[in-house]
């Protein structure tokens, strides 16, 4: 089951209909062909960065003894761009302005909307149902902030 990072663009509402949905996980795309998946995701920098070392390891390969070794860090690149390349794209919005409006786990992206977009009008329903806006629960006026535990974000997984 994958994470779907849900981003709007910059002053959008959160049910905007140009939300992105990012999934977190492993792609076959960008494992295969890493600079072109980077140049149609709109990464142009990385995406030609990635494809001018791409050539040099090709041209690496007519070394004595440099195949082995490019073809290790070929390998080793296109690992890094298929399992962290959603998140270059994710930090690529985020720097151009867009706003993390959740990150929810689903099998598809299909369902990954359906229960986002369901959260959103549940959420704008009860918004105008109740004229209370803020609740404190503790004494202290702050928000309680939950333990976590082990090295991996949960992302509000149960």
């Known amino acids: 089951m994958a994470s779907y990072l849900i981003m709007t663009p910059p002053g959008a509402a959160a049910d905007d209909e140009r939300a992105r949905f990012i999934a977190d996980g492993f792609s076959w795309a960008a494992f295969f062909f890493p600079a072109l998946w980077l140049i149609a995701k ?9 494809a001018v070392l791409q050539i040099l390891l090709i041209l690496l390969t007519e070394a004595p003894g440099g195949f082995t070794a490019a073809l290790i860090m070929q390998l080793a690149l296109s ?9 270059f794209i994710a930090r690529k919005l985020a720097a151009d302005d867009w706003t993390l ?20 009008t549940a959420t704008d329903r009860h918004q105008r149902a109740t004229p209370l806006q803020s609740i404190e629960w503790s004494g202290t006026g702050r ?16």
């Open 79 to 87: 690992l890094l761009v298929s399992l962290e390349g959603p998140l």
């Open 143 to 158: 928000p309680e902030k939950a333990a976590g535990l082990g090295f991996f974000e949960s992302y509000g997984e149960r």
């Open 42 to 50: 709109r990464a142009w920098l990385l995406g030609l960065s990635v």
């Open 101 to 120: 409006r959740s990150i929810i786990p689903a099998r598809n992206i299909g369902t990954a909307e359906e229960i986002y977009f369901s959260k959103i």
